[in-house]
């Protein structure tokens, strides 16, 4: 790392103003560097995740739940003993949300606000500690201006719409992305100074990140490509495979980490497999619950990019300064260390082409599986921000323009690609909050069933999934008859619990007058039968159908006896 001084148009120890890269890196302690003076380190962590408690905090109780959020309430709402009994028969991989959200809903409730405050909580902690492991690898890797690189990853990710999206939604994707920057930077510091603790730190984080999304595992595969790219091939008569001239001294994580490291790495992945091999058995047994995913085609590909970028709009920029941020400082070379490039690439890349590849044979991609790898986007962003000013400040010195104006020219290129992204992610960031940003809204479901039932009157959900409808919003749902209930969800260890016979339900609407039939439009999935059969069991029952709204996913129907 160089740093430069106030009103000078050179850098420290470099002739010329060249830009910082490897050539120029010498084993010379290093002054502090500019960036450090006027950005205190507690600002550089807290400024990224006050942004994210703000941007993702606004109208967080807006939009309606939808049926995953339902299903929240559905596994958490019940005796702890219950969760468990939930986890070995359907919902496994949600159990440890499950348990955290039994304590919320306790304390709090099941108000929108409520539910989604520990994903907002969770989203502005990882802002935070992105911005932390940005400075760290901008500081191992050369960069200039370590401090502006960290904080700017960290608001370049509260920027984006989709960390909102799941910052404001009552599911575990938002705390996977938490525990898998923490993952991340124990990784860099364990690899950095070998020592026993990092090392059961990573192994904790890997497993907890695990905990709340099995597939984010993928992320330890991506740990250790960077760990192999990190350590290269060393170089003969350099001891422990450090070429000379790398490194600043007092930087440890700027030289090649040695066998060691992926020796720690091993031990952590192997201990963090042995303690999640009961969840992933369980999950292979349950993976029925995934027959709704399709196979990835080129559509979801574009959709991938298109949401990791933030919108269509910003696609060349982004991908403009994450390949400034892939060839910053040290960039992507092998044997130079767990640069920013080295360790967010694999990050980025490895899980979402190991899903989308696997379901290509057995479909169980879905994006916000790999919502987690948005921070390492957001470190190369910043990276390349800090980078395209290092440059512009290279090409102005050259042209001999006066230290006082440097600094400003220096920065404008990155301040207008800054500006431009941020215009085109208005758009979006606005259109998360709106009720359309969720596939239900269940909440104008659930004000449509209070404005017309009447005492007495029954419900059917067709099929049978459709019962997290009625889980969202329960009070006018709970107020009529369910017809179609076989057995409780408590009771029978489910989400949704059991239908009834058809012969049942049959005997029940002889004694009904109005009936209401909970449907998914046609272009929703569903993990049951389409229910037509007990419609018919309706007509022939007796009953016509008297009026029908739609609401975005679901049609609300009312039948009423001949």
């Not at 960039?331 to 082409?353: D, K, N, S």
């Not at 010195?397 to 800054?418: E, K, Y």
């Not at 008859?481 to 969800?489: C, D, F, M």
Request: charged content about 10%; overall charge positive; glycine content about 10%.
């Amino acid at each position: 790392m160089v740093g430069t001084r106030p009103g000078t148009g050179h850098h420290q120890g470099v002739p010329g103003d060249r830009p910082p890269g490897p050539a120029q890196i010498t084993d010379q302690p290093e002054a502090e560097p500019v960036s450090s003076r006027w950005l205190p380190g507690w600002l550089v962590v807290v400024m990224p995740a006050f942004a994210e408690l703000v941007v993702g905090g606004y109208r967080i109780g807006g939009p309606s739940l939808w049926r995953d959020e339902a299903a929240t309430i559905s596994g958490s709402q019940r005796p702890l003993g219950a969760i468990f009994d939930l986890t070995l028969h359907q919902d496994a991989v949600h159990g440890a949300y499950y348990l955290l959200m039994h304590a919320v809903i306790a304390v709090g409730g099941t108000s929108a606000t409520v539910l989604r405050l520990p994903s907002l909580i969770a989203m502005s902690l990882a802002a935070g500690l992105t911005a932390v492991l940005g400075r760290r690898l901008a500081t191992d890797g050369g960069l200039p201006a370590p401090a502006v690189t960290g904080s700017l990853a960290g608001l370049a990710l509260a920027a984006v719409p989709l960390t909102t999206r799941y910052a404001q939604e009552a599911r575990p994707y938002a705390l996977t992305t938490l525990f898998a920057v923490l993952a991340t930077y124990l990784l860099v510091r364990a690899a950095a100074g070998g020592r026993w603790p990092w090392w059961t730190g990573y192994a904790v984080a890997l497993t907890v990140t695990g905990l709340f999304n099995l597939f984010a595992v993928l992320l330890a595969l991506a740990h250790g490509l960077s760990l192999l790219a990190a350590q290269g091939l060393a170089p003969r008569g350099v001891p422990g495979g450090r070429p000379p001239g790398l490194a600043p001294r007092g930087v440890p994580g700027g030289r090649p980490p040695g066998r060691s490291a992926l020796w720690g790495w091993l031990a952590s992945c192997v201990a963090a497999a042995v303690l999640l091999a009961p969840l992933a058995v369980l999950s292979v047994r349950q993976s029925a619950q995934l027959n709704w995913v399709t196979r990835p085609d080129p559509s979801t590909v574009a959709t991938l990019v298109r949401d990791f970028a933030g919108t269509a709009l910003a696609i060349p920029l982004v991908g403009l300064l994450a390949v400034l941020g892939c060839v910053a400082g040290r960039g992507i070379a092998r044997g130079r260390g767990l640069t920013l490039a080295v360790v967010t690439l694999p990050w980025l890349v490895v899980p979402p082409a190991a899903l989308l590849a696997i379901s290509l044979a057995h479909p169980i991609y879905v994006e916000r599986y790999v919502v987690f790898c948005v921070p390492a986007l957001s470190l190369l962003v910043a990276a390349g921000l800090v980078w395209l000013a290092s440059l512009t400040r290279h090409a102005a010195s050259q042209r001999g323009l006066r230290a006082r104006r440097l600094g400003v020219v220096a920065v404008l290129p990155s301040l207008l690609i800054a500006a431009m992204t941020a215009v085109t992610l208005i758009g979006p960031q606005r259109a998360i909050r709106l009720p359309s940003a969720r596939a239900d809204n269940l909440r104008a479901v659930a004000a449509v069933l209070q404005a017309h039932e009447r005492p007495g009157d029954a419900i059917l959900y067709l099929p049978w999934d459709t019962a997290l409808v009625g889980m969202a919003y329960p009070a006018p749902f709970d107020r009529l008859r369910n017809i179609g209930l076989g057995v409780s969800p408590i009771a029978s260890a489910t989400l949704r619990g059991l239908p009834a016979k058809p012969s049942t339900v049959a005997a029940r609407l002889r004694t009904a007058r109005r009936v209401w039939t909970v449907q998914w439009t046609p272009s929703q999935p569903s993990v049951g039968p389409a229910g037509q059969g007990t419609t018919g069991l309706l007509t022939a029952s007796g009953f016509r159908l008297v009026r029908r709204w739609r609401i975005v996913s679901v049609f609300l129907s009312l039948y009423v006896a001949r």
